[in-house]
């Protein structure tokens, strides 16, 4: 970006709002990551609109972060601008046995509102660390749920600055998959459709749900999650143990000794650290198994 440029993305979107040169390692759940060109706060959906139409008319990467619990930010940041959605984008409101729920919010405060109101089959989010923007991009789950199941309809703004509504069917959700991988819609609200339950059972099943991931999971040191997709009819976690790697480590990046499927930053991995061991378990499971994994978790920047 030239200085002309930064001077008008401030006039647009206020002073208060952008800052330039911002660490991603603060914003993601990696710890890793260069700086920013630029980190902007996106407060309104008519912000959001203008700042997309910046980028394109001035030929500006962007990038949309959400709790940055997915992606692998690269060593040398993110040229452009990288945006997020602040307070005012994340409202969660209920009607009935539907939460809608706005792209920042967490799904963890998701969670926590289905609880208060009673309203069951949103128990498998509770301990996945991303908002609901990410979570319908990647159609996230865990434990037999995901969000294919109760996303009834999805907000998003639209690449030429239309706003439409999608319905589940047209989400095209699949495997970690929705249609926001194809086009890029930016997710700004969603219609969360629950069932009435009863609170001590909700509660029970989030508990024993964040026992379980405290057990698998090494949740003591910063990852990204799950590294790879789980090929169909395997586990990439036993994948990686029966080719030798577990506790493999390139410096600081390390091979989860308690779960094999996670790579995690022991201190002060470098995203290089990351993606040359990636692309270790990729050979060697592959030269073991025949089953070539394929990441999950996204790569960002340069
Ligand atoms: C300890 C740990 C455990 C995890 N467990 C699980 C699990 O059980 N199941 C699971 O599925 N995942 C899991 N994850 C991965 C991750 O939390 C999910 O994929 C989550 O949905 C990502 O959301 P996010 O907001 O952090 O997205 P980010 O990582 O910030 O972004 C991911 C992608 O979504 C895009 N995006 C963000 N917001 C929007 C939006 N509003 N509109 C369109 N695109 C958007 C970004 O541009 C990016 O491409 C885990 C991660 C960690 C660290």
Request: net charge negative; aromatic share 8%.
């Amino acid at each position: 970006m030239n200085e002309d440029q930064k001077k008008k993305l401030i006039e647009l979107i206020g002073e208060e709002n952008v800052v330039f040169d911002e660490p991603m390692n603060k914003h993601t759940t990696f710890r890793i990551g260069g700086n920013a060109e630029s980190f902007v706060r996106v407060q309104s959906t008519k912000e959001m609109d203008v700042l997309t139409d910046f980028c394109r008319e001035n030929d500006i990467p962007f990038f949309l972060l959400g709790k940055g619990s997915n992606i692998l930010v690269g060593d040398n940041g993110i040229p452009g601008v990288v945006a997020y959605f602040g307070e005012e984008m994340s409202s969660i409101t209920v009607k009935g046995n539907m939460i809608i729920a706005e792209a920042g919010a967490t799904l963890a405060a998701v969670a926590n509102t289905a609880l208060q109101k009673g309203l069951t089959g949103f128990e498998f989010a509770a301990g996945i660390p991303g908002s609901v923007g990410g979570a319908l991009r990647m159609n996230a789950g865990a434990y037999g749920g995901d969000m294919a199941q109760v996303v009834e309809w999805v907000r998003v703004l639209s690449p030429d600055g239309e706003i439409k509504t999608l319905t589940n069917e047209e989400m095209e959700f699949g495997y970690r998959h929705s249609i926001l991988k194809d086009i890029p819609y930016i997710a700004l609200a969603a219609g969360i459709a629950l069932e009435t339950g009863d609170e001590k059972s909700i509660r029970f099943a989030m508990l024993e749900l964040a026992n379980r991931r405290k057990e698998k999971q090494p949740l003591e040191y910063p990852s990204a999650g799950s590294t790879f997709k789980r090929p169909e009819g395997y586990f990439a976690g036993k994948l990686i143990s029966e080719a030798g790697l577990s506790g493999a480590r390139i410096h600081d990046a390390v091979v989860s000794e308690k779960h094999n499927g996670f790579i995690i930053n022991e201190g002060c991995a470098s995203a290089e650290d990351v993606k040359t061991l990636i692309e270790i378990v990729r050979r060697k499971v592959y030269e073991q198994s025949g089953v070539l994994l394929e990441p999950e978790i996204i790569m960002v920047g340069e």
